[in-house]
């Protein structure tokens, strides 16, 4: 399940995930959950797509690797 998925991404302390449930699935959006609890309204995927581009451009977010 979602929350499963969540809990164990929690449990590894993973920084930042994009949670796509059932609703989101629907809607074509995604909500961005970052490690301790904290999370972003449903969004548009393009949007969200976009907003991490433009975070990865600035070195607001540093990728993986």
């Excluded at 629907?26 to 969004?43: K, P, Q």
């Excluded at 969200?48 to 993986?64: D, M, N, Y």
């Amino acid at each position: 399940t979602v929350g499963r998925k969540i809990r164990e991404a929690e449990l590894g302390k993973v920084p930042l995930m994009a949670v796509v449930g059932d609703r989101e699935a629907d809607e074509d959006t995604l909500t961005l959950r970052h490690h301790g609890g904290e999370e972003d309204a449903a969004a548009p995927v393009a949007d969200v797509v976009e907003r991490l581009a433009t975070a990865l451009r600035s070195r607001a977010l540093t990728p993986a690797g």
